[in-house]
Structures are given as structure tokens and as C-alpha cells.
């Protein structure tokens, strides 16, 4: 089974930039969809991002000015460049293989 690990959060101030990493334990060649979660402190966990084997891209409409999402299936990785922050973007942000298997997450804070 594979397993995820994010990394890359942190707090920044409104307006800044964060780069998020999910690095697999394999190839992630096989896994159809990778996706990026976040849920904010008392909201059910959203979908922010997904991206498929084949390159097709979904970004949630309050990130998609903001937000890329990218992959390299050898090396096990999805990023998730997030741009002009702002305080709503706080929460914790888990990766997600195939609906299936999910990351420990990592915190963002947006706060001056």
C-alpha cells in the first residue's frame, strides 16, 4: 500500500507563498488521481486540488487564480504551489491518493 508524507507548511503572511510536498513511497505511475485536501479549524475537509496520471487538473474556484498542482509519477511526488495567500487559506493540508489513502497532513497558517 502506498503511503503518503506532506510536507512544506508553515505560517506566512497574507500575500506570501507556500509550496506543499506529498512524496509517496513509490512510483505513483499507477495512481489515477492525487489529490490535495485542506480543512480549516470547525469545517468539514474540502477538495482544494487534484491531478490525474494523465496531467488533467481540477482547482477549487476560491484557489484557482492562486494555486498549481503538479506531479512526477517516478518520483512519488505531488506539489501544491500555493500564491497570494490569504487568512482564509489556514488549515491543515492532506494529500489523498486514488480517494483512498491519505498523508498525515501539514498546518498553514495565514496571519500577519
Known amino acids: 500500500q502506498v503511503h503518503l508524507v506532506e510536507s512544506g507548511g508553515g505560517l506566512v503572511q497574507p500575500g506570501g507563498s507556500l509550496t506543499l510536498s506529498c512524496v509517496a513511497n513509490?512510483?505513483?505511475?499507477?495512481?489515477?488521481?492525487m489529490d490535495w485536501y485542506r480543512q480549516a479549524p470547525g469545517k468539514q475537509r474540502e477538495l482544494v486540488a487534484a491531478?490525474?496520471?494523465?496531467?488533467?487538473?481540477y482547482l477549487a474556484d476560491s484557489v484557482k487564480a492562486r494555486f498549481i498542482i503538479s506531479r512526477d509519477n517516478d518520483k512519488g511526488t505531488v506539489w501544491l504551489q500555493m500564491n497570494s495567500l490569504k487568512p482564509e487559506d489556514t488549515g491543515v493540508y492532506y494529500c489523498n491518493a486514488d480517494r483512498m489513502v491519505w498523508g498525515q497532513g501539514t498546518q498553514v497558517t495565514v496571519s500577519s
Open positions: 513509490r512510483s505513483i505511475l499507477n495512481i489515477y488521481t
Open positions: 491531478i490525474t496520471s494523465a496531467g488533467s487538473k
